[in-house]
Structures are given as C-alpha cells and as structure tokens.
C-alpha cells in the first residue's frame, strides 16, 4: 500500500471545528461505542451543545475491526465467529453486523449509526486492515488483492480508510482533538 504522498485524503479533519472535539483510540471492541456516546451526552448535558459544536472521532484499530465491517462481511466471512461476537437475539455466531444500528447498553442506545447520526466520524486503520485481510486470505487461500478490495468495499458507508492509526491520533490531536483510550 505504499503511495505517492498526497494520495490519502485527510481533508476531512478539517471539519473538526467544534469547540470540544475528542478522538477515541479504540482497539477493542469492548466500551468502544459506549464511551463516545457517553461524551456526545455528557457534552450535551454540560452545556447544551451537539454536533457541530462537539466532535468525536472513532478511530478503530487491531480488533476494533468488527464495528466497520459491513453485513455482507460479516455474513461470508464469518466476523462473528472469528471475534467471537454472538448475535444477542439469537445466541448464534452474528452473521451481520450487531453494533451498526443501535443496541441498548443500560439505558442508553448506542451505535456506529448513531453515532454517525451524531456527527461522529469513524476511521478504519489500513494497516491494521491489512493484518485482518492477510490472516482471512491465508486462513482461506484466497487472494490478498482481491479480498483487500472487497473488504474497502464494505466497509460500513462514511467509514475514513486512513493510512496507520498512529499517524491519525496525532494528526487529529494537531487539530484540536483530546484524546482517550478505550
């Protein structure tokens, strides 16, 4: 994936304008919807103020990856199975993707869709996603090119492909963003 510089496009965090505006490194599944809805109400509560006044930013990385996948990933590579994610309606593996519309935590609703409906912004590490793609073509003999391509193909809509979530944390932190861990 090497490229010419100037091939990523990063213009869109220029949008950060908001006068609070944080950046969730997430590497895990976990609290990784949670939290940033938890800060979205928080900042509404305090003071009033929602998008574009506040802004966060997900950005996903190492095992995260699920939350970007789109359904048809899930489905036919079997994202439930191999991050051991169980669809709470059925019990079963999920064959689709259980955190894009909303799932209640407590008495919170919490989701990418959400979220994004929210003003969040998402971003899908391209070298973690090369790590993902390159365990699931040897896993199952297909090709890397190939399947890196259908993967960038569904990743969830409005989904940032960037470069290295490293690089992005600190660009987003040189844009005004506060950072947490999740």
């Not at 996903?60 to 899930?74: E, M, V």
């Not at 190939?146 to 193909?153: G, I, M, P």
């Not at 990743?155 to 660009?171: D, E, F, N, S």
Request: with cysteine; hydrophobic share 45%; net charge negative.
């Amino acid at each position: 994936d090497a490229a010419l510089p100037g091939t990523w496009d990063i213009s869109w965090l220029d949008q950060l304008k908001g006068k609070h505006k944080q950046v969730f490194d997430t590497s895990h599944i976990g609290f990784a919807l949670i939290v940033p809805t938890n800060y979205l109400d928080a900042m509404n509560t305090l003071f009033g103020m929602n998008y574009p006044d506040v802004n966060a930013v997900i950005g996903i990385g190492g095992s995260a990856f699920p939350l970007n996948a789109g359904d048809a990933l899930w489905a036919k590579y079997e994202i439930g199975r191999r991050w051991d994610v169980k669809d709470p309606a059925t019990g079963q593996w999920a064959t689709h993707n259980i955190f894009l519309d909303g799932q209640k935590f407590g008495k919170k609703v919490t989701g990418v869709k959400p979220l994004m409906a929210r003003g969040a912004i998402f971003w899908q590490c391209n070298n973690a996603l090369n790590g993902i793609v390159s365990e699931i073509a040897a896993d199952l003999k297909l090709d890397f090119d190939q399947l890196k391509a259908e993967f960038v193909a569904n990743l969830v809509p409005g989904v940032k492909l960037v470069i290295a979530h490293t690089a992005m944390i600190g660009l987003a932190q040189e844009h005004g963003c506060t950072y947490e861990s999740i």
